[in-house]
C-alpha cells in the first residue's frame, strides 16, 4: 500500500462514516453537507501534516502525485491522468454555476421546537393532586379542547390536524413532554403559539391561547390527563 | 510495471471513482425537497385574468395544500368541507394571477374562498396577523372572493377584529362552478401603491402564502354552518414569482473554467522545471 493509498482510503472511509454510519447512531442526526466538507478537510490536512512530517514520508506521499501530474512514467495511467485534467476544470465550472444560480427552493426555516420559556415559568410545579377524579376530569377537558388537533389517541392525530404546519406535537412520542417539566406545558397551553419566543415561529402555529379561555387550574387538570393519557412521566430534576 | 505502481493505479482508480460517487451523490441529494411552493411562471401573450377555465392554466404547475378547521381563536368550527387546495399562478411581469381549485359538492351563495399574504418585512402570525406576545408582528393582505357578488375585496388585518376592506381595491376575482369543483382566479399588479397595505411581489423573491374557504352550506335549521371565522385555513406557505432568465450563471462557470485550466497549466509547467 503506498503513501499515497491510506490517505485515500482513510479520506472514503471517513466520508462513509460521516454520510451514512454517524447518522444511524442512536440520538445523532444526518450531518449537513457543509459540516461534512469541512470534516474532510481537517482530516485532510491531518494527513497532510502527517506525511510531510519527515523528508522520506514527505516525498512518498507526494512523489506518486507529481509523477501523475507531469505524466512521467505513469504508462496506463496516461487517458486518466487526461480525463482528470478535462474533469477538474469542468466540475468546477459546474460548482460555480450551481452557487450563482438562483435557488428554487424556499428559504430554509430553523424552528426550535422547544424554546426557553419566560423566567417566570420555569420550575413551577403542579398545584392540583395527581388524583384519579383529577385525572380523570383532565382527561375530559382534553378531549373537549384538545383532541381535535392532538388526537384521542394523545398522537397529534386529530381529525383537525392536517392542514397544520408545523403539526400538533405528538405526546405519545418520548422527545415531546416526557423531556419537559410540567411547568412548560403549563405555559405552552396557556400562551399558545403566539406566546413562542421569535426563535419558536410564533407566526406558524395555531395553538390556541388557552388562557384567554379556561381557568388556570383546568390548564393544571389536562398536564395530568395528558401525561397518564400519553403513558409519559414530566422530566424532573431530582 | 511495477508492482508498486499497480497498486498506486488501482487507488488512483477506486479514489477517483469514490470521488464521483461523492460528488454525484451529494448533488442528488441536495435536490430532494418536498414541495411547499406556488410558483408562477413567466408568460407572454396574455394571462387568462378572467378565466378560470384557460387553456394556458394547464401550463401552470400544480400545488396541493391541505385545509384544517379554523380551531385557533373563537369561534372555532371542528369539521370543514373543503380538505384541499389546488393553487396554480403565472405573471407576465406586470399582473399576478391566482387559480384556487377545490372540490365543494355544493354550489351556495354564501361560498368564499381567500388568499392572505404577510405584508412588508416583518412576520405576522398566520391567523389575521394577530399580535404575538414576544415578537412584533406585521398587517396582513387578504383577497376575499365571494360567490354572492363574484367579486374580490382587498383587505388588511392586524390581529383579530381589525379586519376591514381597503380603500383603494386593487384585486379582481371571477369563479365558475361545475362538476361539483370551484375554480376561482385572483387577478392583481405584482406592486402597488399601498406598501403598506398590499404584499408587494417582487419577481424572484419567496413570500408567505395562506388560504381559506368557507362553504356557503346551511345546516337543518338554515343556518350556515361555515361563517366568518368558521372556516378551513391552511398554515403559511410560500409563494415566488419568477425572475426573468438570468443567464449570469453561465457566464461565472466559464470564467471559472478558464481559472481551473489556467491553475492546472501553470501547476504542471512549475512541476515539469521542479519547482
Known sequence: MGAL??????????YVFLKFVLPNIPGSAPLPSSLIVLYLLLTAAGIVIFQTLSG???DAFWGPMQ???TGENIGGMQAIRYGVFILFPLLVGWQTYGSTAASDVPPSESRTIHPAPPGEYTGLSNPVQKTPENIMQGKGFYAAFCSPCHGANFDGKGPAARGFNPPPANFADPTTIAMLQESYLFWRIKKGGVGLPIEGAPWKSAMPRWEAELPDEWIWKIILGEYDGAHQSPRTWE | MKPANLVMQRVLRGGSAAIAAMIIGGASLSFAQESVAVRAAIVT?????DDPNAASWSTAVPATFPMSPQVHWPNRIQEVTVQDVIVRAMHDGKQVVFLLEYRDPTQDPDDGA???FMVGDKKAHFAHGQPMLQVEGGPVNIWFWKHKTDQAVDMTAKGFGTLKAQEHQDVKAKGTYANGTWKIVFTRNLSTDHPDEDVQITPGNFINVAFAVWDGRKDGAGELVEKGSQKAVSSWWYFRADAPPDYSGYMYAAIAVTLALGFQFVLIRKLKKGQ
Open chain 1, 56 to 58: 522520506e514520508s514527505k
Open chain 1, 67 to 69: 509523477r501523475f501530474l
Open chain 2, 114 to 116: 381567500a388568499l392572505e
Open chain 2, 45 to 49: 401573450g396574455g394571462l387568462p385574468v
Open chain 1, 5 to 14: 493509498g491510506k490517505p485515500i482510503i482513510l479520506m472514503v472511509a471517513m
